[in-house]
């Protein structure tokens, strides 16, 4: 599974920020939210253009920007994307700078500390170089078109600022590069932490069939190094930095392309559907940049430049994560240095190495600076110690190589034109690793896994020492990465999953997603030739449960020879299609006897300790399904009576919590009116907008997953192109592309995602200029 914890930082900031809100500061309402509205139309002077610049906003909110120069497109698409989302993007800066206790207080300094040992110290010409060649370039225009914005919105700052009290400030052409905000889209310290516990606490076996290796291979704890002493706390504010609330990550994002054979208009089609968390703005932000050498459309995060799932004249493309392991745990062994007693010193083969020292200070709102020490192995920052066992603990992390800022090399693929060049672009995509797949006019598709990989000669799934026994071997060359182009079958679909093509032999991980949406999409897929839009639009709101199709035959043959209780609740299960509709009742049936169902599960087999360390990682749920459809010896002596016996068991007492919670009558139970999106805003609940209904489920196509009931994490923005038409595109962003309360387009797309609806994706002149709601000119001063 692809276990690392939900990743809730960066744009995501619902659970960040303090839970005290001053009364006179939540008195500020929308009336002074509006007053401080960004301009969308008219005419703007803007220091540092070469030439005017033109904004036509769509009905949407999507901005489509028309340049003069590269320069002059960049500068607007950062002006624009601070217009819309300036708060969430200073947000981001500061929790990837480290520079969150300067305005929230003293109660983030170790996130602050932790951002700050996860920051770039490398070369810095080889960190640009590793980019697209004008990267530098591009990526300080828009960093001026930024701050050309923060000098005009410092006289009226978006109302986030009043409400915690501070200004923007300018940015750093640097902002870009930093790398916290992937950390927790790669793998997978938080995993080898888990993975250690268990063996600790099970053995290797056990942990083996509770926890199983994608693809098989055995556990490899070091001899000699002892796992007992390893708990989460040797990770140190890792935990903190991926969120305030540590759920387990719910699996991933989606997509697919298919070839012009299988489509009514004869070209190919691609959706994409990435998942993250939900909140208030958005993660992602849509926008069409024209220019020289440049016509593409899409969505990115709102700061960075480029787009990095959308088209341009010639291609298509989208993503999902891979989930290369790109993290160690180093166990490093400390000591007073031998030869120089005021420094401390690591083990390192046979003898001892000081360790790199940088002191630092952080600014604290309303306290004095704190300063801050920060240490080095050659594997990496310290990030907890054991001062008893004399051990320090030290994430190695592909983040401190140089090119690895997340998503800059999309200004890469965003300007290839054939399969080469989207092959020669993607071989710059270090971080985070994606499934790139691909689509072009000609009819061609294609697949890249994408991603700096370091090659190992242990498995990665478990801490080791740091003596120099257990180095990288160096980096798998993008040619060596599993691709392909134009498959037989006609079609290409990734979903977190194994992708590890057969006989593929280099290991990239053994943790993935379950395979339960890829395996729907390539069954739905390969179910029909002629291909739409409308027909990807409901494949990706495709509600149909794997599990619940394995289980509940189960279940209700167990109950044709073992008396059930709650035989009402039994009926709404009977005839059931297995889909996840928001208006029924047999999924909240299903869903709380699933739920329920592998809590018994696992805690009988781990115990209540081992339980709560795989709860924590995620419960294999392919294992679940496995061994109840063929039970083994440890259910007893008559395993397939005794299994049997525990699925009735486990449904009475569902239905009976059911019963309890939501009435005793079946016709009041329904799926959606418990199964909700919340939208709140992180400071505010003046700004919240309403809870979305849902259907689906953290198993489904239609990814809705979260803590209980709650949807926190699933596909805010969705796209599918149509590359026999680039205007018959759709897309979804959801609440809305601007994160001002107030804005018209702040919350106006909730209703569309709600109903599974999309807006038009404009591309040509014609469509856009059709479409404009505000055009802005933006000119030299």
Sequence with gaps: MFRPLLFRMALGLAVLLPAHRPARLLGQRLDSALTRLAQIDGEIKAPGLDSAVEVRRDQWGVPH?????????????GFVAAQDRLWQIDMWRRIGEGRLSEVLGPEYLERDRFARLLKYRGNMDAEWRSYAPDTKAIVTAFIQGVNGYVKIARARPPIEYSLLGFLPEPFAVEVPLQRLAALSMTGNATSEIARAQLVALLGVEKVEQLWPADPYRRLDPVPGLDLKPITPAALGATYDAYGGVHYPRVNGSNNWVVSGTMTASGKPLLANDPHRALGVPS?????????????????????TPGIAGGHNHRIAFGFTIVGMDQQDVYVEQIAICPSQPSRRCYRYGAGWRPLRIIIDTIPVK???????????????PIVAEDTAAARAYVIRFVGSEPGTAGYL???????ATDWPTFQAAAARWKLPTENLIYADVDGNIGWVAAGLMPIRSWSGMLPIPGDGRYEWKGFLASQDLPQSFNPRRGFIATANNNILPPGYSRPLNYEWANPFRVDRISEVLGSKTDWTVAGFERLQHDELSVPARTLVPLLLSAADRIAVEHREALATLRGWDYLMRKDGTAPLVFQVWHDSLSRQFFRGRAGGAGYAILAREGLDQPTLLRLLREPDEAFGPNPAAARDSFLVRAFDAAAAQVSATYGNDPAGWRWGDVHLAPFRHPLASAF?????????????????????????????FREIIDLADWDNSVATNVPGQSGQPGSPYYGNLLPLWEKGEYFPLLYSRKAVEQGTAHLLWLRPQ
């Design 366 to 380: 309303d306290a004095a600076p704190r300063v801050v020490r920060l240490e080095f192995t050659a594997h990496g």
């Design 65 to 77: 920007i028309y340049a003069r120069t590269t320069h002059d497109l960049f500068f607007a698409q």
């Design 409 to 415: 090399a999309q200004l890469s693929t965003n300007r």
């Design 283 to 303: 993660l992602r932000y849509l926008t069409h940049l024209v220019g020289p050498g440049w016509n593409v459309i899409g969505a990115g995060e709102p700061a």
């Design 688 to 716: 919240d907008l309403p809870a979305a209904s849902r259907g689906g489920d953290g198993t489904t196509v239609y990814l809705t997953a979260g803590p209980g009931f709650t949807q926190t994490d699933g596909a805010s």
